[in-house]
């Protein structure tokens, strides 16, 4: 089976860094992904790490490390806007191509 | 292009009663997907589709039906409404190519009583 495990929430302030930890537990995926959601819409696809590292649009970076079953999403010079939810998600190798979500981080952006 | 589109955007059903939530998109994506969300539960699989005429489930499938007989149109039908069956749900489609980028729809939200 597959689990992937973030935390519910987190505070930042608006300018600042935060980043969003996601660990998962699963027996082999292709790479693992981000999606935004804010309240009442619909989510939007970030980022997708096939290989270890970092990658990089704009003010979000996502990163991967498959010997730790670890990523994490980094969002620089946060931003009033930036206030949603944020999604990780896996792609296993023994589903298809259907995506497993986990529950996500609601992220706070205060002044 | 429009993208994803869903109807209705709101539905409250009686326990019981049977619909159809429509789901068409017009990128000619292979793969589509529905996804149910409740709170805190984050987005669980409910059926999915790599192209017309093949359909699987997903995490949680009881309770629902789908049929994929065009590539632009994925519906979803309750076959008889369930107060458990309460929820928002997202449509989504990708290409085949990059199923990891999935573009979702605007979302129907569901209430049954």
């Known amino acids: 089976g597959q689990s992937l495990e973030q935390p519910s929430e987190v505070t930042a302030v608006e300018g600042a860094i935060v980043q969003i930890n996601c660990t998962y537990q699963?027996?082999?995926?292709?790479?693992l992904s981000w999606y935004q959601q804010h309240d009442g819409g619909a989510p939007t696809f970030l980022s997708y790490n096939a290989l270890d590292g970092l990658e990089e649009t704009g003010r979000f970076s996502s990163f991967l490390s498959r010997s730790d079953s670890y990523g994490y999403l980094l969002l620089q010079e946060l931003q009033m806007k930036d206030s949603a939810s944020y999604f990780c998600?896996?792609?296993?190798?023994?589903?298809?191509?259907?995506?497993?979500f986990g529950k996500g981080t609601s992220l706070l952006v205060t002044p | 292009n429009a993208g994803v589109t869903q109807t209705p955007k709101f539905q409250v059903l009686k326990t019981g009663q049977s619909m159809t939530l429509q789901c068409a998109q017009d990128m000619n994506h292979e793969y589509m997907s529905w996804y149910r969300q409740d709170p805190g539960m984050g987005l669980r699989l409910i059926h999915y589709s790599v192209g017309a005429g093949i359909t699987d489930q997903g995490e949680v499938p009881n309770g629902y039906n789908v049929s994929r007989s065009t590539t632009e149109d994925f519906p979803l039908r309750l076959l008889s409404a369930a107060p458990s069956q309460t929820s928002v749900y997202f449509c989504?489609?990708?290409?085949?190519?990059?199923?990891?980028?999935?573009?979702f729809g605007p979302g129907t939200r569901l209430t049954v009583t």
């Open positions: 998600a896996v792609r296993a190798l023994n589903s298809g191509y259907a995506l497993n």
């Open positions: 989504a489609s990708s290409p085949v190519e990059r199923p990891y980028e999935q573009y």
């Open positions: 699963t027996s082999g995926f292709y790479g």
